[in-house]
């Protein structure tokens, strides 16, 4: 990965988008401490938390949550869901139990949860639940910035559509903002106003979602665009575009 | 044109409790020589079972009950078991969902591909393997002599799907069952495979049962779609008249239900609750898309309405208040089944009040 600069402003959804192996996710990783840059640094409020083990690494824990991909394995299935989503009060101090079970009802009250969900087991939700369950947790200590790698490429349509209005509320509603990882063009055209478009490990293109969705500068953004079957049937849709304009730009990448 | 695959009012049946319960119920499908149908819906909805029952490998247990199979004129139903093995594979391709997961990872991809030519009774192991070579080429897998010593874990999914594809291919069907081909794949590895199911299927005269989530993806490369839910076809129709102008209320919400590129920027339709699974199918007299219908009323939970022709090639399965109501606008939604579940649509406010707080963010103004 070289030369990623971006700025993320307080309450922007910034969408990271490209094929796997594009270094879309070593950017999450980077964002949560858990891969240290070879050079550069990223700073949160000003305050340096680049690596593991910066300075301000503390802060970073408060401040910045990650959402899991996969619910099933990101859920403890030994805790229940009370336990589960406030679980980062643990990080900041000890709380009593009917605290932590009060500020549970209100995070389950905000992802759409009916309070007697607490008492359930992982293992006694649906997907869209346990999904929800793990969003209510990366909100416990009210951070400035979630980070999201790929929450709904694994869930059907009408439950990506429940946790992606989840997700557009947040946004409405509160003052947090949210780096969302995802191959999926059109999940990040419908919730982020910024897009970076990441290619073997660069970003090649950035900018207003709907700009860059609208009129692509770089090669490798037109051919991902192209890539997405169209909703309007008029529009003749031909997979070989995609595929081939990619061939000849670049021979070398995966077939 | 006679059709290459024909279903008939099919009934597959499951145990459920004391009971046998109505898995896929009255299907009636028809899949030319060399057409592509597309099947949609979501998980449970019982579109990879029809993939299952066409290539004979049901599930232990469930069984066909009603109705009739035809395959390039001979009866899938009555023919003997050896025979019905005898077609998948050779006469009948199938290509499965997950193709890290397909290929067995303890042997290399030449040794499968032998064992595959082998049982299509290609002689000699010189000879299978340079019909290997050839297939792997075929599929624009590069350098297909040194693939065949490699293993799953060496590939990615976009090759793995090759391979899998190429070997589908080896016995030029009549028929490709292709189940999910491109669901784990991102968007350009998914073009590029379509692009090629697409180039061979052309080439052999293959036609094709593409099972799929997407109706966006299913319009483009399928010549008719059947949308599934809980174990039966809801509606049928050519595919690009589906994806414009569905009619199903269930197909209305499958489309507005996942964001696009290029169609209106509105808040995201979403079905409450979940599709019936099995348990509670069995106690489901009337239509099984009532409990999350958003235009259902009172006489739906005792009728189950029929697949009905509407138009010349258009079967929708719903009664006549289904198609003649419109779908609520907002605000009349009734209570308890609307707004927190995003129905129904609404505008999409997020540019208005993003503007304002952008405004006020501290780094608005540093912001190139």
């Known amino acids: ?255 | 044109m006679k059709a290459l695959l024909e279903i008939q009012g099919v009934v597959v049946t499951a145990p459920v409790g004391g009971g046998r319960v109505a898995v896929l119920r009255d299907i009636d499908l028809s899949v030319k020589p060399g057409g592509v149908l597309g099947l949609v819906g979501e998980s449970g909805a019982g579109k990879s079972m029809i993939g299952r029952l066409v290539g004979g490998v049901l599930p232990p247990a469930f069984r066909v009950d009603r109705g009739a199979m035809i395959f390039a004129e001979r009866d899938l139903i009555g023919m003997p078991a050896a025979e019905r093995r005898g077609l998948l594979g050779r006469e009948i391709g199938f290509i499965p969902q997950q193709p890290m997961t397909s290929l067995n990872p303890v042997r290399n991809v030449g040794s499968l591909f032998d064992e595959h030519l082998a049982k299509l009774g290609v002689a000699g192991r010189a000879e299978r393997r340079a019909q290997a070579v050839a297939a792997l080429e075929a599929v624009h897998l590069p350098e297909p002599a040194s693939l065949l010593g490699r293993y799953a874990h060496e590939l990615s999914g976009g090759m793995c799907q090759r391979v899998l594809i190429a070997m589908a291919f080896a016995s030029r069907p009549k028929l490709l069952v292709a189940d999910e081909p491109t669901t784990a794949l991102d968007v350009i590895t998914q073009a590029r495979i379509v692009a090629l199911l697409g180039d061979l299927c052309r080439q052999y005269g293959t036609a094709v049962l593409f099972v799929t989530h997407d109706l966006r993806l299913a319009a483009q490369i399928c010549d008719e779609i059947a949308v599934m839910y809980a174990g039966e076809v809801v509606e049928r129709a050519p595919a690009r008249d589906l994806l414009s102008t569905p009619r199903h209320p269930y197909s209305q919400a499958l489309r507005s239900c996942s964001p696009s590129l290029d169609g209106p920027l509105a808040r995201l339709v979403s079905l409450p609750e979940h599709m019936p699974g099995l348990g509670a199918l069995a106690g489901m007299a009337g239509c099984r898309f009532a409990p999350r219908c958003p235009i259902a009323d009172h006489r739906c939970a005792g009728h189950a309405p029929p697949l009905a022709e509407t138009a010349p090639g258009r079967w929708v399965r719903a009664a006549g208040q289904c198609l003649s109501a419109a779908l609520p606008a907002r605000g009349d939604v009734p209570h308890g089944k609307g707004d927190a579940a995003g129905w129904p649509p609404r505008a999409c406010t997020r540019r208005s009040s993003r503007a304002i707080r952008c405004c006020s963010g501290r780094s608005a103004a540093s912001m190139r």
């Open chain 1, 1 to 255: 990965m070289k030369n990623v600069s971006f700025r993320l402003r307080a309450g922007e959804f910034l969408g990271i988008v490209g094929q796997s192996g594009s270094g879309k996710s070593t950017v999450a990783r980077m964002l949560l401490g858990l891969e240290v840059p070879s050079a550069g640094r990223i700073a949160l409020d000003g305050a340096d938390v680049t690596g593991r083990f910066s300075a301000h690494a503390a802060e970073r824990t408060k401040r910045i949550q990650m959402i899991f991909q996969d619910p099933q394995s990101a859920l403890n299935p030994r805790r229940r869901v009370a336990s589960i989503v406030t679980q980062p009060m643990e990080v900041i101090g000890r709380s009593a139990w009917p605290e932590r079970l009060a500020r549970a009802k209100k995070l389950l009250a905000e992802t759409g949860l009916a309070p007697e969900m607490a008492e359930r087991f992982p293992a006694q939700l649906s997907g869209g639940q346990r999904q929800r369950v793990n969003i209510a947790r990366s909100l416990c200590n009210t951070p400035r910035v979630l980070v999201a790698d790929e929450i709904v490429s694994g869930l059907d349509v009408s439950v990506q559509a429940q946790i992606l209005n989840l997700l557009a509320d947040l946004r409405d509603h509160h003052e947090i903002a949210l780096v969302l990882i995802s191959h999926d063009l059109s999940v990040v055209r419908y919730l982020c106003d910024r897009v970076i478009v990441m290619y073997r490990g660069e970003a090649v293109e950035e900018g207003e979602t709907e700009a860059v969705f609208r009129s692509p500068r770089h090669w490798y953004t037109k051919a991902l665009l192209a890539a997405v079957p169209p909703d309007d049937v008029n529009h003749v849709w031909d997979p070989h575009t995609a595929s081939s304009a990619l061939s000849r730009l670049d021979p070398a990448i995966e077939s």
